[in-house]
Every structure is written in C-alpha cells, then in structure tokens.
C-alpha cells in the first residue's frame, strides 16, 4: 500500500523558476525523506527531515514538514535543466522499512 | 564496494523460465531491502533483510518469489515460472541499519522483461 501520495503527478517548468511538490501521507511517522530517481533506475537520497523539524534546508532544496496536516513539501529553487527527474517521498510506518510515494515527474526546460 | 551493485542491469526470460537477481550491498551495511517498480509507477515493498534474517517478506506478491541473504552481505531474489506481469525493474538498497533513520543508497536496478 501506498503510504504517500505526490501532487501534481507531473510539473514542467523553465529553468530559473521554483519547483514545488508536494507529499500527504497517512500514519505517524518519524521522518519523511525525499529521493530522486532519473530515468526510472536507482534512487538517491536527498534529504531527511524529522517529525519534530518544521524546516530543512540542503543547497538549492527545501523542504518543510506539517505533522498537524500529515504533508511535506520539497521545494527546489532556481532549477536547471538537470533537474529534470521524478522526485519520491518516503515514510516509515512503524516497520523497518519506507513505504514510498507514488512520484512526481519533473521537466526542466532549458 | 563504494555503491550498491545489481546484476543484471538487464534480463530478458521467456515466460516459465526462474530467474535469479543479485545485489550486493554497501560494506558494512546491515540492512537490505527489494522493491520493484513497474513502468511509471512507484516502488513496491517486496521484502528486506537485518543481516540474514527477513523480518518482513510481506511484499512478495506469491509463492514464486523467494529472497535469501548470505554472510549478511549478497541477496539473491529468485523469482520461479515467471509471468508476464513480473516485468517489472527490481531495485535494491541497502542502509546502515534497519529502521527509517537512515536514508537508503539504492543500486540502479534490473529491469527484467518476461516475453
């Protein structure tokens, strides 16, 4: 089962605007992560933020957490091109394991 | 080694064919962990391992899929008389320890196709 959910499902965008996506998720968590993954293969990790942090910040990403209204945002600031890529969220729900998102799918255009 | 290693990249079967996926993880890396993704979709849970026990296989969609881990290193997932729905990239990670306090470093998985 899916414990988070992405919106929008895909977003295009120039290259120096913000991108913004978000995550809901179901049950109480921990931590949430956010990951990469370019052309549907591995995925990296991004960030991680904890249940009692409302705000993190890691070079040109944001992210933000709201544990009242169980949802997460990553934000990416002045994007480029090589940013292009489908962005997850993941939770862990009281298992030793992530449960991920369903994705956001992100074009950059040059 | 330095990342997290799956072979094959690819795997092409006939449908009824076993196939064996390997991933080797991360030095030192206690836990490991299978999903796959089928085309545009998200990761599914298969199952994951603390050393070489699997406390939770509840990913596995049937009895054809089996996962081992030996030496608490290499995972071998088996997959037996596979079926066209099976076509799916299979991806591996590894952590330091079980849990969610970790962040996951992936391999770049198998993409198998059942024809």
């Known amino acids: 089962s899916q414990q988070g959910e992405e919106d929008p499902q895909a977003l295009s965008i120039q290259e120096g605007e913000n991108a913004t996506m978000n995550c809901s998720y179901k049950?109480?968590?921990?931590?949430l992560q956010w990951y990469r993954q370019n052309s549907g293969r591995g995925l990296v990790h991004l960030i991680l933020i904890r249940s009692n942090e409302r705000e993190k910040h890691s070079g040109r990403l944001r992210v933000t957490l709201d544990t009242s209204k169980k949802s997460s945002s990553l934000l990416i600031t002045a994007s480029r091109a090589a940013d292009t890529a489908s962005y997850f969220c993941?939770?862990?729900?009281?298992?030793?394991?992530?449960?991920f998102g369903t994705g956001t799918r992100l074009q950059v255009f040059p | 080694g330095a990342g997290v290693s799956q072979s094959p990249s690819n795997k092409v079967t006939e449908k009824g064919k076993d196939v064996e996926l390997r991933c080797d993880p991360i030095s030192g890396h206690t836990a490991l962990y299978w999903y796959r993704q089928s085309l545009g979709q998200g990761l599914e849970f298969l199952i994951y391992f603390q050393g070489n026990s699997a406390p939770d296989k509840s990913g596995l969609p049937s009895d054809r899929f089996s996962a081992e881990r030996t030496g608490g290193s290499v995972s071998t997932l088996t997959i037996q008389r596979t079926q066209q729905e099976d076509s799916a990239v299979y991806l591996c990670a590894s952590s330091l320890e079980s849990g969610y306090d970790y962040g996951y470093t992936f391999g770049s998985g198998t993409r198998l196709t059942v024809v």
């Open positions: 049950t109480s968590i921990n931590n």
């Open positions: 993941a939770t862990g729900d009281n298992t030793d394991k992530l449960i």
